[in-house]
């Protein structure tokens, strides 16, 4: 099974949902022999080619334009669409008509903007948000979240020589980088006329510590059915604020409506890696360790001593969340 991972670049550096689809190319790709190729899109990719080399990569071709700072979902299809039609021509399905090219990507905001447009004017499958993607009895078989989460499904296609496929951030974290590893770098500079593009990019946003996506954030604060409800959930925030900490929690204050459901931790959730996760009025369900977890630094509140998430904590402060995040607010301002 051949890969080609498109990948993309967020604040001058390669982002971590490419980088998990790197390596996820890279796991499959090495069981038949293959190779991974990643295409990298932007205006300044200098140094990317190391680290997606360090993370799978064997060749990777760097599509450079001035035109992809600013540019939105038409420039990327302008230039995409040529190339991947190159890349496709030619290619068969295997002997037992199963396809022999999978187009993996992250399943990122951006992507979802022109990844299936480009799937259509190629007509090939777009099977989206996968958790993993491996072989099975010599089929590809995709994994992806149903029923709210509850369930996986197993996604095969046969009858197609190539298939596109999105990764769901955080599905399988990353592993260590090997530094040791190169790849055959490309260039391409694509001809490109934007004059009869609509969209223009004015502004990219610094993001705000509090909201900026939890696998990335360096700092958590997250909260549990022990907050009690939406007032407790304000103190998270507050604390959140005074710590440059972003706030998340577990399943079921998402479920109740008292965080975006976005912000929640776990198997269904996100996957996260903070250097220091502050758990308040969490128990510690192995749904929500399996996606915090591999945090560097754990602090956990809890007037249940025998709640399971202390197991995990480095340090563990039996008691009362609504006596300790005031205290803790007032010390800090101080
Ligand atoms: C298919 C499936 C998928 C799931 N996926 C996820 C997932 O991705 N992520 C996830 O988080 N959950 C998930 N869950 C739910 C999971 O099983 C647990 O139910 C959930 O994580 C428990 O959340 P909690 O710790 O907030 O609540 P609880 O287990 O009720 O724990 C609340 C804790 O707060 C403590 N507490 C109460 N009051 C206070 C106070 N005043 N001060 C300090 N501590 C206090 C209690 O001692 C208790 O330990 C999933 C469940 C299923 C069935």
Redesign the pocket.
């Known amino acids: 099974m051949q890969f080609i991972v498109i990948a993309e670049a967020d604040h001058g550096a390669v982002s971590l949902p490419s980088l998990e689809c790197v390596e996820e190319a890279r796991d499959v790709a090495a069981q038949s022999g293959h190779f991974v190729q990643v295409l990298l899109a932007g205006a300044t990719l200098t140094a990317m080619a190391e680290v997606l080399a360090a993370h799978g990569a064997d060749e990777v071709t760097l599509i450079e334009h001035e035109a992809l700072s600013h540019g939105g979902a038409e420039h990327w299809l302008s230039i995409f669409e040529p190339v991947m039609r190159d890349t496709v021509t030619g290619i068969e399905a295997d002997s037992a008509g199963e396809p022999s090219l999978c187009i993996l990507a992250p399943d990122s905001s951006h992507m979802r903007a022109w990844l299936p447009r480009l799937a259509l004017r190629l007509q090939i499958p777009l099977v989206s948000h996968c958790l993993q993607v491996h072989i099975s009895a010599n089929r590809l078989v995709f994994v992806r979240p149903t029923h709210g989460?509850?369930r996986h499904e197993q996604v095969i296609c046969p009858g197609t020589n190539v298939v596109c496929a999105t990764l769901a951030p955080g599905a399988r974290g990353i592993g260590v980088a090997d530094t040791r590893r190169r790849a055959r770098v490309r260039r391409l500079t694509p001809d490109l006329s934007t004059e009869t593009f609509h969209e223009r990019r004015l502004h990219t946003l610094p993001p705000d510590p509090r909201t900026v996506d939890l696998r990335e954030a360096d700092r958590i604060v997250a909260g549990?059915?022990?907050v009690?409800g939406p007032a407790g959930v304000e103190l998270l925030w507050k604390l959140g604020t005074r710590l440059e900490a972003a706030v998340g929690?577990?399943?079921?204050?998402a479920d109740r409506g008292w965080l975006p459901t976005d912000r929640?931790?776990?198997?269904?959730?996100k996957t996260v890696t903070p250097k220091l996760y502050l758990a308040?009025?969490?128990?510690?369900?192995s749904?929500?360790t399996s996606?915090m977890n591999r945090s560097e630094t754990v602090i956990v509140?809890?007037?249940?001593r025998t709640?399971p998430l202390f197991s995990l904590a480095d340090l563990g402060i039996v008691?009362?969340?609504?006596e300790i995040i005031p205290a803790l607010l007032a010390r800090l301002e101080e």
Do not use: K, M
């Open positions: 989460g509850n549990g059915l022990g009690g929690g577990t399943r079921v204050i929640f931790i776990g198997t269904t959730g308040l009025g969490i128990s510690g369900a749904q929500h996606g509140v809890n007037n249940d709640a008691g009362d969340l609504h």
